[in-house]
Every structure is written in C-alpha cells, then in structure tokens.
C-alpha cells in the first residue's frame, strides 16, 4: 500500500514536470534565452540546440509525461480498488468507472492545470531553472525519443509535409520583442523619459493594431473649398493654411471630389492661367476609419499616393490622412519648416484660461488638472466643443459643458482656433 502510495505522489510529481516544462517551453521568451546566451548565461547555451530543434524536446516531454502516467494509472487502481469495493461488491464496471473518473480528476488538477497555470506566470523562470531536470531526462528518453521522432516524421510526410524545419517559422516573432520592449521599458510610476530609439520600436510593434481614425485628422481641421469657389480664393487659401494640399468639394464637406496642390497651381499660373479650380483638380482616395493603417501605409507606397480622405459608416467625411500623419504614428511628430503654428496656453486667473483649440483635453487635463470630459469621440479641445454643442459654434458664442463655460473668441472658415475656458465653481 505504501509503495503504490509513493509510486502515486512520485509519477504525478513527474508529470507535474512534464507538463509544466512543456508550457514553459513553448510560451516562454526565445528573445530572451538568446540575449541570455549571449551573457554567457550556462542554461540558455545548453538549450540553444534544443530551441533550433523542437522536435526533439516536444517528444521527450510527451514520452517522459506517458510513462508518468501509466505509472501512476496502474499505482492508483491498486489504491483505488480496494477502497471502492467496500461500497460496490457486485459490479466490475461501476468499479471501473468510479475508479477512473476519480484518477482523472487528480491527474487533471494537479498534473495538468495546475503546472500549466503556474508556468505561464513565469515560462522563462521555469525554463531556465529547471532545464537540468529536463537533460537529466532527455538523455535518459533519448533512443525513445529519436525512435518516436522518425516515425512521426514518416506519417508527416503521408500527409505531405516533407520537411518540417523547412515549414517552421521564425523562432523569433511579434510577441518576444514586445515582451523584451516592455521588460527594458521604465514603469509607469517612474518619471524617466524613454530613450526614443525604444519608443520607435514600440510604435512599430504596434502599428499593424492602429486604425486610420486614430491618426487622421478631424474634418473640422481640413482645410477645403468649394469647386466653384475662384482661383484666388484657393491661392489665398494657400497662404493663410501653409499646407501643400488644399481638399476640394462640391456643396458640402461630406462631398469632396478631389485636392489641388500647391505645386500644380503654381506651375498651372505660369504657364495657362487657369480660370477654374477643375483645371489644377487631382482626384483623392477614398478609406475606411476602420482600415488597418498598416494597410494604408503599404497602400500609399505602392501607388505613390500621399494624401486620402477618411469615410464615416454613414458615408460622410470624417477627416483626412496623409502619409506623413501615418509615419508620425512610428517616429512622432515631425516638424518641418512649415510647421509654424504653435498652440496657445494661457492661465488668465485661477478659473480662466485660454487654449488653442487643437490641444489635446487629455493634455489639458494632466497639466492643468481641469477635469474636462473625456471621451472616445473626440481627442481636442474643438471636438469636445462640437461634440456637445452639435455644430460648429462661431466667435463669441458661449458653450456650457457640465461646470465649464466655452468662449469661442477666434475661428476661421470652418474651424475653431482659441477658446476661452472659465471653470464654475460649485
């Protein structure tokens, strides 16, 4: 009674193992075992071969994890039997129903879950900690395990696969260099700024997650005309915006047609002296918010196209994107020498203030702790403003958001620039 006892609690220990190690093997860093070995670190140069070679360890594993098992089943039915029979004497198969139901049960706790759901806390951990066990048991498996290895890739190949390191992936992927970034990366309650080769690298890890809403800008800030507007009303534009690109549509924003650039017009007055805007016109692309900005971004530079205007479900104008806006989303904002505007931070009295409209509330809220609502919706200060007020207000109007008061004291053409902000006490 006390052997099977002992052969019990030692093949579930075993398995135990197995199963963790498997896990940990699997779902744990390579990033991180090859920067390890590069350290000199002696686990991660024992297992290097064992990573280019999966094959081998996955088989081991399961054979070591099988042998526990029949083990253990044959231990705990002799445990189990005699224990059963003092409630059931006349049926062999209730015997044997209660008595594998009631192994199962233990194998999957405390073989199973358990050790899965403890590898995965810490798969490097384990990986590294207890990769003598898994030598000591490689070596003990390895006839077994070249055996298993041979047959399985017979049948592998039945089934058309003829070379399984040709089909296997990169022993590298996405999910290691995000873990390494995140590992090396300051918290989030330590005030050191990351250096910004990390923030670029994290920006390109998560770009293929980035939707063209998140980085286009917002109809109210597109600067547009209408079609039959004159040549001087868009060259006047031209010189009030500073942009390159001015958007073109036909009654309403939510119908553009196209775009001018200032590049064609300027050489459209040289040479012909166009007398309508259709003259100098180019046509625009049309996106989805919800398309991937990867996706755009590999759009954009196959078609050599730089600009794009960004559709609503309803079909209506939600704003544009330009490629610049795309790259910005990797290595942050860029400046060139058109970028001249600067935003407007005033604090007028301890209640008032006065901001550029493009500002973030997010930003306003952190430095200048004004609890403006938040929300999806919207990302600036003029957004909030049109979201409540359902329209683009115009100069002087006053708009009451909860306990602040919105005086819109500059716009031009459809756009709101500085705002006067007064906080109401309660």
Not at 48 to 55: A, L, S, T, V
Request: glycine share 4%; charged share 25%; with cysteine.
């Amino acid at each position: 009674m006390e052997g099977n006892v002992f052969l019990v609690l030692i093949s579930l220990l075993f398995s135990a193992f197995f199963s963790g190690y498997e896990i940990a093997f699997l779902s744990g860093n390579k990033l991180k075992v090859e920067l390890d070995r590069k350290q000199g670190k002696r686990y991660a140069r024992v297992m290097d071969r064992f990573i280019k070679n999966p094959e081998s360890v996955i088989s081991c594993l399961l054979i070591g994890n099988n042998i526990a098992l029949v083990i253990y089943g044959i231990a705990a039915s002799k445990i189990l039997d005699p224990l059963i029979e003092h409630y059931i004497t006349d049926s062999v198969g209730g015997i044997l129903a209660i008595d594998t139901i009631v192994a199962t049960l233990i194998v999957l706790i405390t073989a199973e879950y358990l050790p899965k759901a403890l590898s995965r806390l810490n798969p490097n951990g384990m990986f590294s900690s207890l990769y003598w066990l898994f030598i000591l048991f490689y070596h003990l498996f390895y006839p077994i395990s070249i055996l298993v290895t041979k047959i399985s890739g017979r049948f592998m190949r039945v089934f058309g696969v003829y070379d399984i390191q040709e089909n296997r992936g990169a022993i590298f992927d996405k999910s290691d260099l995000m873990y390494l970034s995140s590992e090396v990366a300051p918290d989030d309650d330590e005030e050191e700024e990351q250096p910004s080769e990390m923030v670029i690298f994290q920006n390109a890890l998560n770009f293929s997650s980035v939707k063209v809403r998140e980085c286009m800008i917002p109809r109210t800030e597109i600067a547009a005309l209408d079609i039959q507007d004159s040549i001087e009303e868009l060259s006047q534009l031209f010189v009030e915006q500073g942009y390159s690109r001015i958007l073109v549509y036909r009654e309403n924003i939510d119908d553009i047609i196209g775009y001018v650039h200032s590049k064609d017009l300027l050489v459209a007055q040289e040479n012909e002296h166009p007398k309508t805007i259709a003259e100098v016109l180019r046509t625009v692309t049309y996106v989805s918010e919800e398309m991937s900005a990867q996706t755009l971004l590999a759009y954009f530079t196959k078609n050599r196209v730089s600009i794009a205007v960004v559709r609503d479900e309803w079909g209506g104008t939600s704003g544009i994107v330009t490629l610049e806006d795309l790259i910005e989303e990797i290595f942050g904002e860029i400046d060139d020498e058109l970028d001249k505007e600067e935003f407007i931070e005033k604090q007028v009295s301890e209640d008032e203030y006065i901001f550029s409209a493009r500002l973030e509330v997010e930003e306003i809220n952190r430095k200048y702790e004004l609890e403006l609502p938040e929300s999806d919706a919207y990302e600036t200060l003029a957004g909030l403003i049109m979201y409540f007020n359902e329209a683009i207000p115009g100069e002087k109007e006053v708009v009451e958001v909860d306990n602040f008061t919105f005086t819109i004291l500059t716009t031009t053409r459809n756009k709101i620039e500085t705002v006067n902000v007064r906080v109401m006490r309660k």
